[in-house]
Every structure is written in structure tokens, then in C-alpha cells.
């Protein structure tokens, strides 16, 4: 059989399709022609202050008013280039970017003005010098010539891209003085200059890694391991929960302990919902989201993992237990490896754990990378981006030195788990788009006050003192307090983990499953959506009228299939088949879902992490999808 | 339901004295009672009485109407069935033409006269009449942090109750916050659980969840139980049955009266029977989808050509149809019968039903496989 033959469905091509889609023909216009809105408002030779809207001198680096730095913005010209994300053939956004910054010191990842903003308001297009953007594939290779007439036109850059920013600025001002509740355009939104990160100063970034695995394979004992030995955990505190443990009779689980905190957890010996704990690597902070592995707490670990940029796979090595992961009907392996690609999580560390139960055997570590290796790559999982690490959690093998037992030493010489989190990619994040925070959870704890929600900002950026409105509810907030890992800090951008204190809304207006958004760009709540799904193996055939749990970002809610409006082809995307009877497993449809309740939604084009969604029923996983249009 | 009184000719015109004992018999009046009928009962009336003075007195009057059927309403929360029709008797306070509104209650008679008693409406006449068991479970389906209260009758399942709270993520600090989110959750519970399920009347309570919300509520209440001496419960332990399924929604329903044990207790009543059934039309729909079709189109063709094994219709649709509509159905579901099949009409109002309902309300399996039939517009 040949090699590279694909053994499931190509997720890729099936989210590659739904990026092509919305990428057609709006990048037909020439690049490097300054935009065709109003120029006229501006008067010549000067910039306008963002803070203070002071129209300064040209001349002048800062505002005469408030002192503040002009704005360092520039368009990043990945911002049209909505490479089909799971199309490895061009470079991703993450190489664009990386590439971008190390070439102009000036630009700051944000700015990014859409292309393919559907309103099609500001028609902008990305100021790279005289360039033609053929198809966004194209694009992609011709990067290299960019970067060098970028860096010579660099003044021309500098004045072009500022009286765009000032453009948008007028715009947002305007929409402003409207109405407040009104949805100004996206691509109005200005960016302020707090928000935009300061890359440079060499702060570490957030890198949110979920561990995900069959249930009993080991996540939490190697997360709390993990945390024990990078320090987080106190050796006396180590030896508090080994005596508890030991109590209860459950002396092999003093190291999950350390993140199953509840006494049901403990007791039962499992994790029922994602822990999340925080530590420093060398390169990030990372944030570690402990999922259960359990099949019915799966809807927890959809929960928890949507906050995920990079995950670990945790497998059992020993005898029957990978064999049982594998399993598709009762086996939580395939489905998390599903569901974590499906969240868009590109890099993934494969964690075979128990070796020492195997001897650490390299036949055996061979034999699992094979079979998992092909199923990964039929979910869309790239093999750069898959690392291998062999491990023992209670022998202490590789995980955060290099291995010292000889029969592991002996034929890997690979990095240890340390290393390879730190060898991943840092994701993008979205620092310039209006803030979106989707509401992992409503807690009440001393420091934070009475109402206090956490989760990762998925967009734009927060800081206290900020006015918020927090959907479905449509309230407004005054956000009091920004805490991050037990410690209070100042601002928060996307991609930070944190837990907000608001002020001036009652306890009862706010739920998980809610976003928490900027007062001018509210969010879409929405019971009746048009999705685009993909069926997965296992299930079971989807009929008009079949109920099943929808579940988006933390949001979970029942739902009605209304109508299947078409067939797809996976490899095309064409449509196939209109009003099809029923989608039975591994076919691609649109379909209209109509919801008990509404909830926040945004559409996959305009933010990826509010617009992917997954439809479970009877306790497994059927379909994942994303929102193509919210109808109502 | 008693039947007092019945004089009818199959097929033709006659009238039916009867006298609902619990809901379930209100949910079959509505499936009796169609617009055209006229139905006769003692009701209460406000009638304007000039006084000797002068003014008007509105004076509460209880009198027997008889009323020509213009609408039917059926009321599940309120177990209250109204008939909105125009008056046909004479009568001192009302005179003939003039609209009224009758509500059927429980344990007063009415009288029931229609022109036409077709086979379906027989069928019905006799389950009433049929004092079998009925399938009377509570079910408490739950999951963390929301809560349904069912009670599942012979043909009906009511929603007693929902509750949704908000139950923290167990937080490292606020792990405090997690347990009493979660007991206040699981208090609220039991108040509904005590208010709604009288065990005289309720078979068993069935208490499903997905995960282990179930057993921690099932020892809650036991402890509450022992703690505030409700004795009701502590009578009845034996009687109260855990079950797990996979979510807390509605549709999981179907997944509790699937169980084992609970298929035990039930298994000759209609609820169970009409599960069965359409886990049938479901799996064979998964495993050879050319020998199950659904929609009114498709299951005419599929009948023209002898095919249908096992006919799956709900009740919805002989009611609201108009005299002719109903007469196609009913036509169908005896010629099915004739030709050996089997005819399963699904209340409406259990969850079976309400899920045919939303697959168009009509569902056959085939003898046979019949391919062309996806090429048939729907």
C-alpha cells in the first residue's frame, strides 16, 4: 500500500475549503494603491493622536496633547493572505509573521485590516509596494520579493500606511458618536497604543497547552510531575498530598492531586473538569489546561481545550491500554486527537507514557508512533509537527532532563518534554481586533470581589477601568481587576489566561458560555446558524430533526438540525447533492441548526475561535464545523 | 378513563358518555374531540342579569351546554383541555349561536357526539377505556448544573420542573465556591423532586444523569431524607432507580426508558414500545438507509408499491388535518394493517414523538429496499 495514502478524511482540505470560500474575489483589486476611502478629511501634513485626537504636525513623533508615540502601524501584508490555514504548501501565517517582524522593526503584528471583511467598508489593501496579489497561494511565495521592497519603501510605507490608520480613525469616530450598541465595521476598529504588544521587550509569551489523552493514560499525574519539578510545586506541599493520598488509599494518584482538586475527583480518581496551572518554561509561560479523559466529560474538555494553541497527546504504552485507546468505539484517543485538530491546534507532542511498564521497549514506542502517526496525519496533523517523546512519569524519564535510565538512553536521542514545548511555534494573536474574552467560568474568590469571570481573550485587549458588555445579557460592566495566575497585573492581550473582576453587574447576568466584549463592536447572539460540518466515523446518521448538543467556545447548548441544505465534496468543496435525506459518517454538508437558547456567536471568517463549533449526541462526538452564516 | 355510556355505530354517527381520572385521559379527548363535533358538559357561565334596580349583576351560573366544536386546546402544563365552540341547546341564560369556551376537568362527565366514528378513533375510545398499567415514571435527568423534572405518563410526558445554575470550574482557590454552588444545585433539585413526585401514583423514580451526578445527588437526597425525616422518601428507597445516559438535555429521555431495569417496569406500555420502534426506524436507517424512508410523499409511494413493513405516524397529524387529510390517513394506516404490517401512532407528547415529529410525523420501515426513492422530491 502506498505510503501516503490518506486513511480518513483530509480535515485540511475540508477547512481549507472553508478558507478558500471566503478568500474568492475580493483581492482583485492592485495592491499598493492607497485606499479608495475619503483622503480628502485628512489635511495634509499631519497625524492625528489616537488617545487624545490631537491632528499633530507631520514632524512631530509624539502628540503635543498627551505625549504619546505615534502610532506604529503598519499593515502587516499577511493581512490578505488568508492562506488556507491547513495547507502546508505555503508558509503559514505564523512564518509570515516571524518573517515580517525580523524585516521591519516598525510593525507590529496588528492592524490587520481585513481583506475579506464581508461589509466590505473599508476596501483596503495591504501597502507592500507595487504588487500583484494573483490568489492567496501565490501570495504566499512571493513573500520574499515583498520584504525586500518593503524595507526600501519604508517611507513611503510609513506616510501611506498613516493616513490609512488615520482613515479608520475618522470612520470609528463617527460610527461611535452613534448609537453605542450599533456593530461598527471591524475593520473600523483602532487598535490603542497600549494594547499593541511590546514583542520586543523580551517578555515570554503565553502559550496555552492542553493535555488531552485516554482516560488513565496519565495527563494528570504528568502535569502535576511536570509542575513539581519546574518548582511550581513546594516539596512540602508534595509531601502533604502524598500523606492525603496515601489515606485515602490512593497513593499512586499524589501527583494528580495536584490538579484534581475537588473531593469527588480525588475520590474517584479522575479528573472531572480541565485544571488549568501555570508555569515557566524557558521560552513561555505556559498554561497548562488538564482535561479528563473520561468519555462523558468530554464536553468539559471542549470546554477547556478551545483555550488550547498547542496540545499534548498523553498515550499508555503498556500492553492493551494503547490498543484500548485506539479503540473507536470506547477509546477517547481518536476523539480528542479529532476534536483538538478541529480546534485548530496545528503542533501536537505525542507523550507515550508507562514505558517503564514496557520496558522501554523500541519496538513498542515504534509500533504506536506507526499507528498513530497515520491516524494523526488523516486528521490533518502535519509530521513536522508532530514530536515523538517517549517518557516515564513515575520513573521521572525525560521529562524535564534528558533520560537517564540506559535502556531509554540507549536509542532515543530525541528532546525531552521541556525542550519540545519549548521548540513549538508562538501562535499569532489577534491583539487589534475588537476584545473578545469568551467566559470559561463565574468565580467568586477574596481578591477578585463578588463577580469575577476567567478565561483566554481570544481577541484585542484588556485593562482595567475598561468599559465591557458582557452578552447574551447586554449589560455593561466596568472592569475592576485584572488577575493572571494569583497575581494582579495591569493589561492583558490576547492569548493571556486570565480572571476579570467586573463591577457594576449582577452576579446572575453573567454565565459561563457568555463573551465578554467591547461596548461598540457587541457580539452576535444567535439561535438559528447555518454551518458547515464535516460527520465524523462514528456516527450516527444525522436526520432533519435530530437533536443534538451544539457546543462553541464554552457555550453548550441543545439543538435541532432544521434543514440539510446541500452535500459537499470533500476534495472540492462543490456542492454535490441538494437536500439530501440524511449525512451519515465522513461526508461534508451545510446544514441550519436552530438552538434552545441563544448564545454568543461570531462567524468562523470573523473569528476563529467564536466560530468553530462541534455537535455531540449520545455521548459521542458526530460532527465538528464551523458558522458560515448566523441567520437569525 | 370511564366510559358511562357509549351508543355509536362503527363507521357512523354516535355519542360516548365519559369521565376523565387522570391527564393522560384529557391527552386522549383532545386526540377524540375534532372540530365538527359537539360535545355536552356542565359548565359555569357568566350571565348579566338586569336587577330590579336597574343595574347589571354578573352572576356565575352553572349549567349544561352542548357545543358545536370550532377549536380544541390542549393545556400540558395545565393538564386542562378547553373547547371553543358555538352554543346548539336551547338555554335560558345562553342563547343558540352564542360562543363558549368549555373546560374539560377531571372527574365530570361530558358527553361526546360525533357524525363519523372512524376505526382511529375507536382505537383510541378503547385505550381509554383499557385500564392497563400506565407507565407512570418520574424522571429526574440531570447534569451538572442543570436539572429536568419528567413525569411520564401512558401517552404524555410533562416537564414538572427545569433548573440551570451556573456551577463554577473547581479554581484552585475557590474550590469552596464549587461545593456549595453544587449543593445549593442539588437542594433546588429536591424541592422540585418532593413537590411533583407522589409516590402513590409514580411507579418508580428514575434519577439519570451523564457522569457521576447522579450518585452524588442519589446520596444527598438519601442523607437529606434521613436528616429532615421526609418519609415519603425513606419509604420508598427501594423504588427510586439510577441510571446513566449521556447528557442532561431532553432528548436523553429516550436513552433512560432504553435501560435495562427501567425497561423492565415498563415494557408493555406504549412509551416503551414506541422507543423501541423508533430505534428501529434509526438503526436501520444507519445500516441499510434504502429500506427506511419518511415524509407523507415518500411513504405513499413506498405503500403504493407493497413495500412498508412497519408504519410510524404521530397523533399530530390525524388532529389538525382537515376531514380529508384524515381520511387519507386513516386509509393508510388500515390498508398497511391489511397488508400485515404494523402501525405504531406515536403520542406527540413523549419525546419519541415529539423526534418523528420533527422527521415530518410520518416513518416506515420497508420490506424491501427501495433505491429510487431518494430521487423522489420530498
Redesign the interface.
Known amino acids: 500500500m502506498p505510503r501516503k495514502v490518506n486513511y480518513g478524511v483530509d480535515y485540511d482540505e475540508v477547512y481549507g475549503d472553508y478558507e478558500d470560500y471566503f478568500d474568492d474575489s475580493d483581492i482583485e483589486s492592485d495592491a499598493g494603491e492607497v485606499p479608495e476611502v475619503e483622503q480628502d478629511l485628512i489635511k495634509p501634513g499631519t497625524w492625528r493622536c489616537s488617545i487624545c485626537t490631537y491632528d499633530n504636525d507631520e514632524s512631530m513623533p509624539f502628540c503635543d496633547i498627551c505625549e504619546v508615540f505615534r502610532e506604529p502601524s503598519s499593515i502587516c501584508n499577511n493581512g490578505n493572505n488568508r492562506t488556507a490555514p491547513f495547507k502546508f504548501d505555503c508558509p503559514s501565517p505564523d512564518d509570515l509573521v516571524s518573517r515580517g517582524k525580523q524585516s521591519s522593526k516598525a510593525v507590529s503584528k496588528g492592524a490587520l485590516v481585513s481583506i475579506t471583511e464581508k461589509n466590505g467598508s473599508v476596501r483596503t489593501v495591504p501597502i507592500t509596494g507595487r504588487q500583484e496579489y494573483s490568489s492567496p497561494l501565490a501570495s504566499g511565495r512571493q513573500l520574499p520579493a515583498n520584504e525586500t521592497t518593503r524595507t526600501s519603501s519604508e517611507d513611503n510605507l510609513h506616510s501611506l500606511t498613516n493616513s490609512l490608520s488615520m482613515n479608520l480613525e475618522v470612520n470609528s469616530e463617527r460610527s461611535r458618536n452613534v448609537t453605542t450598541r450599533r456593530a461598527a465595521s471591524p475593520a473600523q476598529y483602532k487598535p490603542e497604543a497600549w494594547m499593541l504588544s511590546d514583542n520586543e521587550e523580551g517578555s515570554k509569551n503565553q502559550l496555552n497547552l492542553a493535555i488531552v489523552g485516554h482516560v488513565d493514560s496519565g495527563k494528570s499525574t504528568l502535569s502535576g510531575k511536570l509542575l513539581h519539578l519546574v518548582g511550581r510545586i513546594s516539596q512540602k506541599e508534595m509531601h502533604k498530598y502524598e500523606k492525603e493520598a496515601k489515606l485515602k488509599g490512593k497513593g499512586s494518584f499524589a501527583y494528580a492531586w495536584v490538579l484534581d482538586?475537588?473531593?469527588?475527583?480525588r475520590e474517584?480518581g479522575i479528573t472531572?473538569?480541565?485544571?488549568?496551572a501555570y508555569f515557566d518554561s524557558k521560552k513561555y509561560h505556559v498554561v497548562v489546561l488538564d482535561s479528563p479523559g473520561?468519555k462523558?466529560?468530554v464536553?468539559n474538555m471542549i470546554s477547556g481545550a478551545t483555550q488550547a494553541d498547542a496540545a499534548i497527546l498523553v498515550i499508555d504504552a503498556s500492553t492493551g491500554a494503547f490498543e484500548a485507546g485506539m479503540d473507536s468505539n470506547g477509546g477517547q484517543t481518536k476523539e480528542h486527537a479529532q476534536l483538538i485538530r478541529s480546534f485548530g491546534v496545528d503542533q501536537i507532542i505525542v507523550a507515550v507514557n508507562k514505558m517503564d511498564a514496557v520496558e522501554y521497549s523500541k519496538e513498542r514506542f515504534e509500533l504506536i508512533k506507526q499507528q498513530l502517526g497515520m491516524f494523526l496525519r488523516s486528521c490533518g496533523f502535519k509530521d513536522s509537527s508532530m514530536l515523538w517523546i517517549p517518557l516515564s512519569t513515575i520513573e521521572n524519564q525525560n521529562l524535564v532532563a534528558a533520560a537517564s535510565d540506559g535502556r531509554l538512553s540507549s536509542w532515543y536521542r530525541g528532546p525531552y518534554l521541556l525542550d519540545a514545548i519549548d521548540s513549538l511555534h508562538p501562535p499569532v494573536r489577534d491583539v487589534s481586533k475588537p476584545l473578545l474574552l469568551p467566559i470559561?467560568?463565574?468565580?467568586?474568590?477574596?481578591s477578585l470581589g463578588q463577580v469575577a469571570v476567567?478565561g483566554k481573550l481570544e481577541a484585542g485587549a484588556l485593562r482595567s477601568g475598561l468599559k465591557v458588555l458582557v452578552m447574551p445579557s447586554g449589560e455593561l460592566a466596568t472592569v475592576r481587576s485584572l488577575e493572571r495566575d494569583?497575581q494582579s497585573c495591569t493589561a492583558a492581550r490576547a492569548g493571556d489566561n486570565v480572571a476579570v473582576s467586573l463591577q457594576g453587574i449582577d452576579g446572575g447576568n453573567v454565565?459561563?458560555g457568555g463573551v465578554l466584549c467591547h461596548p461598540d463592536f457587541p457580539v452576535a447572539v444567535a439561535t438559528h446558524l447555518e454551518l458547515k460540518v464535516l460527520t465524523l466515523e462514528a456516527a450516527?446518521?444525522i436526520?432533519?430533526?435530530?437533536?443534538v448538543?451544539f457546543h462553541v467556545h464554552h457555550a453548550k447548548k441543545?439543538a435541532?438540525v432544521v434543514r440539510i441544505l446541500s452535500l459537499l465534496d470533500q476534495k472540492t468543496g462543490k456542492v454535490t447533492k441538494r437536500?439530501p435525506?440524511?449525512l451519515?459518517a465522513k461526508q461534508s454538508a451545510v446544514i441550519e441548526v436552530v438552538l434552545?437558547e441563544a448564545v454568543c456567536i461570531r462567524e468562523f471568517s470573523d473569528c476563529r475561535a467564536l466560530g468553530r463549533v462541534f455537535l455531540?449526541?449520545?455521548?459521542r462526538t458526530i460532527a465538528v464545523g464551523i458558522v458560515t452564516r448566523i441567520i437569525e | 378513563m370511564k366510559v358511562v355510556r357509549r351508543n355509536l355505530v362503527p363507521d357512523g354517527p354516535g355519542s360516548v358518555k365519559m369521565i376523565p381520572e387522570e391527564s393522560d385521559d384529557l391527552w386522549l379527548a383532545y386526540n377524540l374531540v375534532c372540530e365538527g363535533d359537539t360535545v355536552m358538559a356542565v359548565t359555569v357561565r357568566k350571565v348579566l342579569r338586569e336587577m330590579a334596580s336597574g343595574g347589571r349583576d354578573a352572576e356565575r351560573v352553572k349549567l349544561k351546554l352542548e357545543i358545536k366544536v370550532g377549536a380544541v386546546d390542549y393545556d400540558k402544563e395545565g393538564s386542562v383541555l378547553r373547547i371553543r365552540g358555538k352554543n346548539i341547546l336551547e338555554n335560558e341564560y345562553v342563547k343558540i349561536g352564542a360562543f363558549h369556551t368549555l373546560e374539560i376537568e377531571l372527574h365530570r362527565p361530558f358527553v361526546l357526539r360525533k357524525d363519523f366514528w372512524d376505526s382511529l378513533a375507536l382505537d383510541v375510545l378503547h385505550q381509554a377505556s383499557d385500564p392497563a398499567a400506565s407507565a407512570d415514571l418520574a424522571v429526574v435527568l440531570m447534569q451538572e448544573g442543570l436539572a429536568h423534572l419528567f413525569l411520564i405518563g401512558k401517552s404524555v410526558t410533562i416537564t414538572r420542573s427545569r433548573i440551570e445554575t451556573?456551577i463554577?470550574?473547581?479554581?484552585?482557590?475557590?474550590?469552596a465556591?464549587?461545593?456549595s454552588a453544587l449543593n445549593k444545585f442539588f437542594e433546588n433539585v429536591l424541592q422540585a423532586f418532593l413537590k411533583h413526585v407522589d409516590f402513590n401514583v409514580v411507579r418508580c423514580a428514575v434519577i439519570a444523569s451523564?457522569?457521576?451526578t447522579k450518585d452524588?445527588f442519589h446520596r444527598h437526597l438519601l442523607l437529606e431524607a434521613e436528616r429532615r425525616q421526609l418519609r415519603s422518601i425513606i419509604e420508598n428507597k427501594s423504588r427510586i432507580l439510577l441510571v446513566h445516559t449521556?447528557?442532561g438535555?431532553?432528548?436523553s429521555l429516550r436513552?433512560v426508558l432504553d435501560a435495562p431495569n427501567v425497561m423492565t417496569l415498563i415494557k408493555d406500555t406504549k412509551a416503551a414500545q414506541e422507543v423501541r420502534a423508533l430505534k428501529d426506524f434509526?438503526d436501520m436507517?444507519?445500516n441499510e438507509?434504502a429500506r427506511a424512508?419518511?415524509g407523507p410523499k415518500h411513504v405513499e409511494v413506498a405503500h403504493e408499491r407493497m413495500a412498508v413493513q412497519t408504519l410510524l405516524i404521530t397523533d399530530d397529524l390525524f388532529r389538525n388535518a382537515n376531514v380529508e387529510t384524515r381520511k387519507q390517513y386513516v386509509n393508510l394506516v388500515s390498508s398497511v394493517k391489511d397488508s400485515g404490517g404494523t402501525v405504531h401512532i406515536f403520542s406527540s407528547m413523549h419525546v419519541s414523538g415529539e423526534?418523528l415529529?420533527?422527521?415530518?410525523g410520518i416513518a416506515a420501515i420497508l420490506r424491501f429496499p427501495l433505491p429510487d426513492l431518494?430521487d423522489i422530491e420530498?
Open positions: 482538586e475537588s473531593a469527588e475527583e474517584r472531572m473538569t480541565v485544571a488549568v473520561h462523558d466529560f464536553p470559561c467560568d463565574v468565580i467568586k474568590s477574596h476567567s494569583s454565565m459561563a450516527m446518521p436526520l432533519i430533526g435530530s437533536q448538543e441543545a435541532r437536500a435525506r440524511c451519515t434552545g455531540r449526541a449520545s455521548g | 451556573s463554577p470550574r473547581k479554581h484552585g482557590p475557590a474550590i465556591g464549587y461545593e451523564s457522569g457521576f452524588q449521556t447528557s438535555y431532553k432528548h436513552e434509526f436507517l444507519s438507509p424512508c419518511y423526534q415529529a420533527q422527521l415530518t431518494e420530498m
